[in-house]
């Protein structure tokens, strides 16, 4: 089946720097990835929709200049947290569309998980 | 807006019951995922559904798109089938995700 992952799987940084996550479809083309939030035992919260080669569509409440997203490549987008806060501590999950598949197919990662000291 | 409602938040069984997830929602979708996310965090795919039943394994998924409501089912049930379970619904490639359900199997 189709595969995405996330790198780091979990990250540890001071207040003030900025952290990059990345997701890669691993054996697909993926035009559309998705960014989400998670809280703790909370649902999954949509941040952006990342779409190859044109400006990310954030969703109401994000920060596009917190966080910034290039998806530079069929098969990679990165999201920087930019002058990472406490607050911004969590668990943050990309997945993927398939090109080649339905639009409703959706594949995710593992997630990352962000810890600001 | 697509609310999604999932039944019940929390569910407690042992090793063997089986077990009913339900999830309801209010607009017209185009499918219906169930997804798994086990602690620690990884989200897993289980199915994706647009109408009738779908099975694998010990999982088994249904949709009734005139009542806006699916279930997920799973026999036999396992200490490691504990997760948590979310609903979520596509309009074109946007999904709109239901709270979970926490299922814990005890042994």
């Known amino acids: 089946g189709a595969v995405v992952s996330q790198h780091p799987s979990r990250v540890i940084c001071k207040s003030g720097t900025s952290v990059k996550i990345e997701c890669r479809s691993l054996?697909?083309?993926?035009?559309?990835m998705f960014w989400y939030r998670q809280f703790p035992k909370q649902s999954l919260m949509l941040m952006a929709t990342?779409?190859?080669?044109?400006?990310?569509?954030?969703e109401q409440g994000v920060e596009k200049d917190k966080f910034l997203i290039n998806h530079a490549s069929l098969t990679l987008s990165t999201l920087t947290v930019t002058s990472a806060h406490p607050e911004d501590s969590s668990f943050y999950i990309c997945?993927?569309?398939?090109?080649?598949?339905?639009?409703?197919?959706?594949?995710f990662g593992p997630g990352t998980r962000l810890l600001v000291l | 807006k697509n609310e999604v409602e999932q039944s019940p938040q929390n569910l407690t069984a042992q090793e063997g019951e089986f077990i009913t997830i339900n999830c309801s929602y209010s607009?017209?979708?185009?499918?219906l995922h169930w997804l798994q996310q086990h602690p620690g965090g990884g989200i897993v795919s289980l199915f994706m559904?647009?109408?009738g039943k779908k099975k694998h394994g010990r999982l088994i998924a249904t949709i009734n798109i005139q009542e806006k409501h699916s279930s997920l089912h799973i026999t036999a049930s396992h200490p490691r089938d504990s997760a948590v379970y979310i609903c979520?619904?596509?309009?074109?490639?946007?999904?709109?995700f239901g709270g979970g359900t926490r299922l814990m199997v005890k042994p």
């Open positions: 997945s993927a569309r398939d090109a080649g598949g339905p639009r409703e197919t959706q594949y």
């Open positions: 054996d697909f083309q993926a035009t559309t």
């Open positions: 990342s779409n190859e080669g044109s400006k990310a569509t954030y």
């Open positions: 607009v017209g979708i185009s499918a």
């Open positions: 559904l647009s109408s």
């Open positions: 979520a619904v596509s309009v074109g490639n946007m999904l709109t």
